[in-house]
């Protein structure tokens, strides 16, 4: 089964989770690739940071381009950064890269750019790819204050393109976060997906760590 990664906002820890799910199937025998459609931000190689842990963390030999079909310089919502180098995101090439890596592995985790309605040209969205591929949904909840609206309205946007959520992440942003517990007591009482697990504040990203913390026999 493949899942498409999306947060209730930006730097939620998207890659985290996504790398965490990797490493968790991997562990069950099966073959899996990351794939980040597309990402906005390079390293000084002119390639993006998420999208090379992605390549790194995928079970098979992948070329970076199959894993990041769009990789734009700058660090700003797609749509803008694709316009700025009078690049178009067209939805049928990403959906034509996710069926070739399909096709080569048991499970591809796609990991959306920014929110779940980012814009990624004039007329769609990261929720019109979604719908188009077509996969149930994994949401990533940065704890921190204001994550309960983002949250629940991510949650109804799902809802909305007609899209499963097959679970959701809490991650802790916030080593400080007050009334964290209560917060993920909160959201379980109104996401009728199951909560897959929480994974601790970290200093350093550890997915190998983060997957311990999920259940991913929960997932549908």
């Known amino acids: 089964m493949s899942y498409f990664v999306t947060g209730s906002d930006t730097d939620v820890g ?5 790398c965490a799910l990797l490493h968790g199937f991997a562990a069950q025998n099966m073959r899996v690739a990351g794939f980040k459609p597309v990402a906005a931000g390079t390293d000084v190689d002119g390639l993006n940071h998420d999208a090379k842990t992605l390549l790194a963390m995928s079970g098979v030999s992948l070329r970076y381009e199959q894993v ?3 990789c734009l310089s700058e660090a700003i919502a797609p749509h803008i950064a694709a ?3 009078n690049v178009r995101i067209e939805q049928s090439r990403i959906v034509a890269a996710y069926r070739e890596l399909a096709a080569l592995v048991d499970s591809v985790i796609v990991e959306g750019a920014g929110g779940f309605m980012v814009p990624l040209n004039d ?4 929720a019109d790819l979604a719908r188009e591929l077509g996969l149930p949904v994994i949401l990533v909840v940065g704890m921190r204050l204001g994550c309960l609206n983002h949250a629940l ?4 946007a799902i809802a909305d393109q007609g899209l499963q959520c097959a679970g959701w992440v809490a991650n802790v942003l916030d080593a400080d976060m007050p009334a964290l517990q209560e917060n993920i007591e909160s959201l379980q009482k109104r996401i009728e997906a199951p909560l897959l697990g929480v994974v601790p504040y970290m200093t350093e990203p550890d997915a190998k760590c983060a997957a311990e913390c999920l259940d991913l026999a929960m997932t549908v």
């Open 14 to 18: 998207k890659t985290l989770v996504s």
């Open 153 to 156: 309205l991510t949650i109804r």
């Open 83 to 85: 316009a700025r180098e």
């Open 123 to 126: 007329n769609q969205t990261g």
């Open 68 to 70: 990041n079909p769009y």
